[in-house]
C-alpha cells in the first residue's frame, strides 16, 4: 500500500500491486528453500496453509486496501481463486493419492469420476445454459459453476493418473509444461499492457525491487524478533518475499483487467524468481551451523 502511494501509481495498477501482495506464496518458495537448505518441511507447511486460506484472505486484503481503487466483487474473487488455486490442487493430491491406492479403491474413484464426467458435462451443456436462460441469480449460477469445476477436478486428477501409469516419464514433463504456462501468461499479460508499461514500467520494476526486498528483509528479522532459528527464518524470508505472480494473473484475467491489474504481476514474477535464486544461492554457500557441531568445535 506504501508503494503505490510513494510511486503515484494510477488505480487499475495501483490495485496490481496490492494484489500481488495479497496473494498466498506460491511453489517457488519451496524450491528456494530447498535450494538453500533451510527448513523445507516449515516452508512446505506454511505454503499449504497460506494457499488454503488464500480464497478468503486475499478478497479480504483486497477489499481493505484496493476497494478505494477498483470493484473488489468479494464473493466472486473467491470462487476465482477456488478454481484458479484450490481445484488444480485437488486433482494433484488425488493423483497421489492413488498412486498409493489399493485397487479396490482405485476402482471406487475410477466410478465416482465417470459419475463427476457425467455431472461436469450436463452442467457446461444443459444445466447452466437452461438455468441462465430462466433468469436465475448470479449466486446460484457461481455455485453450479464452482461445483461443475470440483466435478471436473475429480475427472482430470483421475484421467491424468491413467496416463501416468501409462507414460510414467509424463510427471519429469509437467514442470516444462508449468514453466511454459508461466512465460505464455506473461507473455500475453505484457503485450496486453504493451501501453502502460512503456509508461510505468521502470517505476514499477523499482517498486517490484522494494517489495521483494521489504518481504524477504521483514520476513527474516521480525521471525529472528520472535525467537525463531536461522534456518526457520530463512524460510520465512522466502514465504514473505514471493507470491503466487500465476494467481495474481489469473485474478486480474478474472476481472478483464490484464493489462493493468496485471501488469504489476508480470513484472514482479520474474523479478521474485531471479532474487530468490540469488538469495538462495547466497544462503547455500553459508549454511547454518547447528548446536552439535558447536559443541564439537568447543570441545
Known sequence: ??????????????????????????????????????NLVLSVIVTAMATLAAPFLTPLLMKTFAGTLIEVKFIDMMIEIIKIVIVPIGAALLHDY???????????????????????LSVLLWLYPNIAADGASHAALQSLELSGFLAAAVVAGTLYHQLYKAYPKVDQLMPFISMFGIIYFT??????????????????????????????FFGYWLSRFFGLDKNSSRTVAF????????????????????????????????WMNISGSILANYWRKRPVESAKEKEGEVA
Open 1 to 38: 500500500m506504501l508503494l503505490t502511494k510513494v510511486f503515484h501509481f494510477e488505480p487499475e495498477i495501483a490495485a496490481g500491486i496490492i494484489l500481488i501482495g495479497s496473494c498466498s506464496s506460491g511453489l517457488a518458495s519451496n524450491v528456494m528453500v530447498y535450494l538453500a537448505r533451510a
Open 98 to 120: 492413488l498412486k498409493g491406492a489399493g485397487e479396490t479403491r482405485a476402482k471406487g474413484i475410477i466410478v465416482a469420476a465417470f459419475v463427476c464426467a457425467v455431472y461436469a
Open 239 to 270: 514465504e514473505v518475499g514471493l507470491q503466487n505472480g500465476g494467481m495474481a494473473s489469473g485474478l486480474a484475467g478474472s476481472m478483464g483487467k490484464l493489462g493493468t491489474v496485471g501488469l504489476a504481476a508480470a513484472v514482479f514474477s520474474p
Open 187 to 216: 507473455t500475453v499479460t505484457t503485450a496486453a499492457g504493451r501501453d502502460n508499461l512503456m509508461k510505468v514500467g521502470f517505476l514499477l520494476f523499482i517498486a517490484s525491487v522494494t517489495h521483494n526486498a521489504a518481504g524477504y
